[in-house]
């Protein structure tokens, strides 16, 4: 039995010596795509017999699903874990405290994961105290499991928590390299990240992970803005193929905008096809809404609220300012095609526009006027009545080009139309 042990500890000493040292850098924003970039370089590490891995931290914080993700990934790994930290603020500290060992660079500090909500047009604040809660007791068990001082790892979480010379009452605790160690938070000071992988006993060979495309896609796509401007663009471009005749470049670039919206939260791993059946039950509501049911009803918002549910399954706590970046985008974005493409058909069957001519009122077609549809009316397209080609509006479903027409009602410059039989 001692020459088995001994045989093992041998095998794991050459191990150490002998294998490399994977470095995984935790830097920026720590997102949903990040979380994928690490559980898949773990896996690696694992697999190709790495003596250890070093995260080497540079971030002010993210998103607090994604930071619970990493962390449970690295209490899971066999491997030696070392977080080098040059600053690990908010998730941040969550993902260095789950290491084994902490190195502190100069200059570094380690703390302040008050968790925030962060509203469109307003100033973050504090989460309410369920959320502090729930994440100051995930600070809690992470700091037990790799015995490092509790209550110092649930002031960095808690306000409330005072900590007498180090954060007074309502501020979250930060810690500076030297204090983080004196107070045995984190493990030594290194001048270098070779020094910190010699002093934690890591090999000295590093192997340096990068996120591969298919990650650095997908941060590139979740991201706030991004997403919600491909949202609102792929949804404006569809509206405006709604109102021209036949398929075209616009419905084509529509969906391809809405295609990579929803690439970008399937290879981060937050959507999947229950998310994109919900979108697109919720653009076909909308459509039933416009051309079966006049008005806005139960359909539209059924719709509207089928939409919104996909966003949020899919971004989480960022779903807001999500949502918020694409109604702005849309809005600004019909406001130009009112404004600088008057004259457009597209513009001319959103705004209604009418081809009655204030100096030609006695051209004005009257109800029961009977004429044929010159383009599809989506509802909005051309109906000839006679020699007079006017702008009509379908007042219920979808009216094929060259189909039979009746004037059924004329609201100002509206006029309303709809199939008559053969």
Same mark, same amino acid.
């Given at each position: 039995m001692e020459a088995v042990k001994r045989l093992l500890a041998l095998a794991l000493f050459l191990s150490l010596a002998l294998g490399k040292t994977y470095l995984i850098p935790i830097q920026g924003e720590i997102d949903p795509a990040l979380a994928v970039f690490v559980e898949q370089a773990l896996a690696r590490a694992e697999a190709e017999g790495a003596s250890g891995v070093?995260?080497?931290?540079?971030?002010?914080?993210?998103?607090?699903?994604?930071?619970?993700?990493?962390?449970?990934?690295?209490? =899971?790994?066999?491997?030696?874990?070392?977080? %080098? %930290?040059?600053?690990?603020?908010? /998730? *941040?500290? +969550?993902?260095?405290?789950s290491c084994q060992q902490i190195a502190m660079l100069p200059g570094s500090e380690i703390g302040a994961a008050l968790p925030v909500v962060a509203l469109p047009f307003q100033e973050p604040e504090a989460a309410d105290q369920k %959320?502090?809660?729930?994440l100051k007791g995930k600070f809690r068990a992470v700091a037990e499991a790799r015995g490092r001082p509790v209550n110092l790892a649930e002031a960095?979480?808690?306000? /409330?928590?005072?900590?007498? &010379?180090? #954060?007074?009452? *309502?501020?979250?605790?930060?810690? #500076?390299?030297d204090?983080? %160690?004196?107070l045995k938070v984190a493990d030594f000071k290194a001048a270098s990240l070779q020094e910190a992988l010699r002093q934690a006993g890591l090999s000295g060979e590093v192997?340096?992970?990068?996120? &591969?495309?298919?990650? =650095? !896609? /997908?941060?590139? +796509?979740?991201? #706030?803005?991004v997403a919600g401007l491909l949202l609102a663009l792929g949804l404006l471009l569809l509206l405006?193929?709604?109102f021209t005749p036949g398929f075209g470049v616009m419905g084509a670039l529509g969906l391809a905008l809405l295609g990579l919206y929803f690439a970008g939260g399937w290879l981060a791993g937050l959507s999947g096809a229950f998310e994109l059946v919900?979108?697109?039950?919720g653009v076909a509501l909308l459509l039933a809404e416009a051309f079966l049911f006049p008005g806005f009803g139960l359909a539209g918002a059924l719709g509207v609220g089928a939409i919104l549910a996909s966003v949020y399954f899919t971004f989480g706590e960022n779903a807001?300012? !999500?949502?918020?970046?694409?109604?702005?985008?849309? &809005? +600004?974005? +019909?406001?130009l095609v009112f404004r600088y493409l008057p004259r457009t058909r597209p513009a001319q069957a959103l705004v209604l526009e009418s081809a009655i001519s204030e100096h030609a009122a006695e051209e004005a077609v009257e109800v029961g006027s009977l004429g044929v549809a010159l383009t599809d009316l989506r509802p909005g397209g051309v109906g000839r009545f006679g020699a007079k080609r006017v702008d009509v509006v379908a007042n219920r479903g979808f009216i094929p080009k060259g189909t039979p027409i009746r004037v059924v009602e004329v609201r100002g410059p509206t006029v309303l139309v709809e199939a008559v039989e053969e």
């Open positions: 070093a995260f080497l931290i540079d971030t002010p914080g993210g998103r607090v699903d994604a930071a619970i993700r990493i962390s449970d990934r690295i209490l =899971q790994t066999p491997l030696p874990t070392l977080a %080098v %930290v040059q600053n690990a603020f908010s /998730a *941040g500290a +969550l993902v260095a405290l %959320v502090i809660s729930a960095m979480v808690d306000p /409330a928590l005072e900590v007498p &010379g180090l #954060s007074a009452k *309502g501020e979250p605790l930060t810690l #500076s390299a204090k983080a %160690v004196e192997e340096r992970l990068t996120p &591969g495309p298919r990650v =650095q !896609v /997908a941060r590139f +796509l979740t991201s #706030s803005a405006l193929e709604l919900l979108f697109f039950l807001l300012w !999500v949502i918020a970046i694409a109604v702005i985008a849309l &809005g +600004l974005g +019909l406001l």
